[in-house]
Nanobody, 127 residues
């Protein structure tokens, strides 16, 4: 079982950068796909980025391509989300998710099908 814990959220101005971290306990981390979702008030939890267990493949929502980068360090049981050129519409609570199978996170990109979540970290982008 993988239990993620996020950190790194905060307040930043438009055009700024933040780096989110997700430390996940559990032996299955290095064999699990990992990803980030976000949820703004009144909205559903949406896919942001995902990475395969090896780190060899990454996936992004169209809205963040070219601005966000997901990476992982299996030796540290940690996955990162580097967010650059932040926009007000990036404001949300960001959640880290683990998917031992990989398909629900990377292919279906469905939050409803995932069971392993962190508590979330708030990112606020102001103009």
């Amino acid at each position: 079982q993988v239990q993620p814990v996020e950190s790194g959220g905060g307040s930043v101005q438009v055009g700024g950068s933040l780096r989110l971290s997700c430390v996940a306990s559990g032996r299955a981390f290095s064999s699990s796909a990992m990803g980030w979702f976000r949820q703004a008030p009144g909205n559903e939890r949406d896919f942001v980025a995902g990475i395969t267990w090896s780190g060899g493949n990454t996936y992004y929502a169209d809205s963040v391509k070219g601005r966000f980068t997901i990476s992982r360090d299996n030796a540290k049981n940690t996955v990162y989300l580097q967010m650059n050129n932040l926009k007000p519409e990036d404001t949300a609570v960001y959640f880290c998710a683990a998917d031992p199978d990989g398909r629900n996170l990377l292919v279906k990109r469905s939050a409803r099908l995932l069971e392993l979540w962190g508590q979330g970290t708030l990112v606020t982008v102001s103009s």
